[in-house]
């Protein structure tokens, strides 16, 4: 199961999901890109930064 970042939405990894992806098995905790297939199940998970992810990012930084 993964769970989106930014609405802790959880989803089921279609069977397929790995293929075609660096990956041979995920870990508790590893961040991913997803996209959802027609089923609503997570397929096509690839590596992303924070921004693709859109996870919050601190304030901005200070002028001097």
């Known amino acids: 199961m ?6 802790r939405s959880e989803y089921d990894l279609a069977p397929n999901a790995l293929e075609g992806s660096i990956f041979r098995m995920l870990r508790q905790g590893q961040r991913v890109i997803f996209e959802l297939d027609g089923q609503n199940r ?3 998970l ?6 693709d992810m859109g996870s919050p990012t601190g304030p901005p930084p200070v002028e001097p």
């Open 42 to 44: 997570a397929t096509r």
């Open 46 to 51: 690839r590596l992303g930064s924070e921004v």
């Open 2 to 7: 993964l769970v989106r970042d930014t609405d």
